[in-house]
Each structure stands twice: as structure tokens, then as C-alpha cells.
């Protein structure tokens, strides 16, 4: 669910799916499904290099790279413990995440932290930390969002985090804010279901070419703003409010902060 409060009002919902992957787990999930692959070609791929990765670290796993940015954020996560990433996976070879979301845990299963990684069109992607449970199973951070998400989107507001640890349910809300006030609320829910050929084949037909179809309708609803004479956004405008960016686009690279 989007909606957008100001300048003017906007609202759509839509379903899809998204995996919920085990980063110890990946090569094991692949076996088991001849269309889904790790790091090679197939109908649907997971490919450690489209999500985080650190300079210096682009040979290495994502696991790896998530536990290393942690410790670059004065965060030791343990040798045993475990990692769910909720993302979408590449689609015959097309990736477009416009957010993923890791939940770190102990062996035990108590949640440590968790990481919101936001993308957008211009292949840019930055990683939002939570340092620690906000409640049982939740996290929650307000923090400035000095990031490029879209051209009907200001820079210098704030983003609030509301995120439950998945069990049965996905429960995670997003919105940007001006100091108190709400300018777009955003809600991601859903059910789990069992990830197995038999399902992700049924959800083939049922959620066809997924991330174009996540692309095609942001395309679309960005239209529908322009056509509504929201106020525009350059990227390149403003490069002091774009900060801590992995894969920085060209109009703003050597001009962060």
C-alpha cells in the first residue's frame, strides 16, 4: 500500500511476492529448485552482487559484506548467527528492488539488528541501519533520508521505519515525514508461505515477470504525478542531501558530502 498525503493526494495497492532467504541457506534453497539459481543464469536468480556490496569486498559474499558493513558500524554479529534477507531475486536476468530488508538474529533466534537496503532507478542503493530491537520483534528508526528515491519526493525529509520480524506475517511500514507530519505512508504485508518449485511455478503465473512489472508501475505512477503537477525534483540538484550512497550515479559522484 502507497499513499500519498501532500501536496496532493495519491493512492494505490498492489500485490506481489518476495523471498524470504536465509543467507546460510542459499545455495541449499537453489538445489532444490531447478529455476532459481545463485550467481548464474536461470528464470529466476539471487545474485550476491546486487545487493550490498562494500568497496573491496565485491568477490565476497553477501553475508559476508552485510556482517563486515556491521562491524564497520560498531555492530560484532555473531560467528553462528543467522541472516533472513526479504527481497525479490532477478526475473530472466531484470533486477529492480526498490527495498529489501535483512533481519539479523542470534543462533537462537532473538533479533539483533536489522538493515532497510533502498533502492531506486538509478541503479544507487543505500542501507538504513536498526541497531537494536525497538520492542519484541520490532524495530523502529526515524532517520533523515539523504536519499535520490523519487523526483516527487523531497530530500531533506525523514524516514520512519516500523518494521516486525517476520514469522507467520510480513508486517513492515515506511514513511516519509516532515517533522511530525506524515507526507507518504507506505505498508508492506503478506502472508508466509513455504518456498517450493511447485509454488514459485504457481506464482510464475500467477505474479508474471515480477520486477518488470515493479518497474513498469513506478514508471506509470510518476506519470500520474507529473500529470497531477506535483512538484519536480532534479537529481542532480542537490547532491549535499544525498549522502552515504553505494553506486553513486554520475550527476552526483564526487559531489556527497
Same mark, same amino acid.
Given at each position: 500500500?502507497?499513499?500519498? &498525503?501532500?501536496? #496532493?493526494?495519491?493512492?494505490? %495497492? ?11 541457506? &542459499?545455495?541449499? +534453497?537453489?538445489?532444490?529448485? /531447478? ?19 562494500? /568497496? ?19 555492530? %560484532? ?7 533472513? &534477507? ?31 537496503? +533502498? ?7 543505500? /542501507?538504513?541501519?536498526?541497531?537494536? @530491537? ?9 532517520? /533523515? #533520508? ?15 521505519? #516500523? ?6 506475517? &510480513? ?56 500529470? #497531477? %503537477? ?17 553506486? @553513486? ?9
Amino acid at each position: 500500500m502507497h499513499h500519498r &498525503l501532500a501536496p #496532493k493526494e495519491h493512492h494505490f %495497492r498492489y500485490r506481489i511476492f518476495m523471498l524470504a532467504l536465509d543467507l546460510d541457506e &542459499l545455495d541449499a +534453497v537453489a538445489a532444490l529448485i /531447478p529455476f532459481l539459481s545463485r550467481n548464474r543464469r536461470n528464470l529466476y536468480e539471487f545474485r550476491d552482487r546486487d545487493h550490498l556490496t562494500l /568497496p573491496g569486498f565485491e568477490h565476497a559474499t553477501l553475508k559476508e559484506n552485510l556482517v563486515e558493513y556491521l562491524a564497520q558500524n560498531g555492530i %560484532r554479529f555473531p560467528a553462528d548467527g543467522r541472516i533472513t &534477507l526479504v527481497t525479490l531475486p532477478r526475473v530472466f536476468g531484470y533486477i529492480f528492488n526498490p527495498v529489501s530488508f535483512y533481519f539479523c538474529a542470534d543462533a537462537a533466534g532473538a533479533p539483533l539488528c536489522a538493515v532497510v537496503q +533502498v533502492g531506486n532507478t538509478f541503479r544507487e542503493m543505500k /542501507p538504513y541501519l536498526l541497531r537494536e @530491537p525497538s520492542g519484541e520483534n520490532a524495530f523502529r528508526l526515524t532517520t /533523515p #533520508k539523504h536519499f535520490y528515491v523519487s523526483p516527487f519526493s523531497a530530500l531533506d525529509l525523514d524516514f520512519d521505519f #516500523k518494521l516486525r520480524v517476520p514469522g507467520e506475517r &510480513l508486517d513492515i511500514h515506511i514513511d516519509d515525514r516532515e517533522g511530525a507530519r506524515a507526507i507518504l505512508v507506505t505498508a508492506l504485508t503478506g502472508e508466509r508461505a513455504p518456498l517450493t518449485a511447485a509454488r514459485l511455478a504457481w506464482f510464475t503465473l500467477k505474479y508474471p515477470l515480477i520486477t518488470l512489472r515493479v518497474i513498469g508501475l513506478i514508471h506509470w505512477h510518476a506519470f500520474l504525478l507529473w500529470a #497531477k %503537477r506535483l512538484p519536480f525534483h532534479r537529481k542532480a540538484a542537490n547532491p549535499d542531501l544525498q549522502r552515504a550512497v553505494f553506486n @553513486p550515479h554520475a550527476s552526483i559522484a564526487g559531489k556527497m558530502p
